[in-house]
């Protein structure tokens, strides 16, 4: 999926990307790898290992919705 994503573009539209944490942070190291090594845009924030999709515990993100990331406050606002 990544890879078509790439493939519309998508990477070079975006400011950043916010990605899930994996389900019991399985093969984390792994994600991580293949997030780098498809996206290969040193110039796009990725915070990854975020409590939202299946891994507990969740949160939703809004679809559509701009958000503000504050990563030393650790913070992820929608709608500023």
């Not at 998508?10 to 942070?25: N, R, T």
């Not at 796009?44 to 406050?73: K, M, Q, Y």
């Amino acid at each position: 999926m990544l890879r078509v994503l790439k493939e519309y573009g998508i990477f070079d539209v975006i400011s950043g990307a916010l990605v899930g944490k994996p389900m019991d942070e399985a093969w984390f190291d792994e994600y991580k790898k293949i997030l780098i090594e498809v996206i290969n845009n040193s110039n796009l924030s990725v915070v990854c290992n975020i409590n939202i999709g299946h891994a507990t515990p969740r949160c939703i993100i809004p679809f559509g919705a701009e958000a503000t990331v504050d990563v030393e406050g650790q913070a992820i606002r929608f709608g500023e």
